[in-house]
């Protein structure tokens, strides 16, 4: 089985063929939606030529379905979603909402996997209790 992906609000699947899709806003409001590959640890990425991902910028990204913002509140740096993985197990998936930031963290039970060169950045988010996440 290929890992599946989640909304984690509406629980709408988000993996079409071999492209994790979601809906981004700029900073400007401008609107698109980003394609990408639901490998972990890969990080490339597609967009209509119109929508220009701009390096180093933070996007909103919502769900494409029920159009929810998947940026966390405690840190919008970083989105979650849901994945399905290849032994039909639920895990959350946090990846960077910054364009060129290669960073995927994914937690079952309470253990922690990363991936991408910039997997230290966030690293002391998932390493502190819950209720102070809001303080990062």
């Known amino acids: 089985m290929v890992n599946d992906y989640l909304c ?5 699947h988000i993996r079409v063929e071999n492209f994790l899709v979601v809906a981004a806003r700029t900073a400007e ?3 698109g939606l980003i394609f990408l590959n639901p490998e ?3 990080y490339t990425k597609s967009t209509h030529p119109s929508f220009k991902l701009v390096e180093g910028e933070a996007y909103t990204i919502n769900c494409p379905i029920c159009h929810a913002i ?3 509140e405690e840190n919008s740096s970083l989105v979650k979603v849901l994945m399905i993985n290849e032994k039909d197990e639920e895990v959350e998936v946090y990846f960077s909402g910054i364009i060129g930031e290669k960073c995927t963290y994914v937690i079952k039970d309470k253990i922690i996997t990363d991936a991408g060169s910039d997997k230290e950045k966030y690293q002391k988010y998932f390493d502190i209790p819950e209720e102070y996440k809001k303080y990062l």
């Open 8 to 12: 984690p609000v509406c629980r709408g």
């Open 70 to 72: 998947l940026n966390r």
């Open 29 to 31: 409001n401008k609107l």
């Open 40 to 42: 972990i640890g890969n």
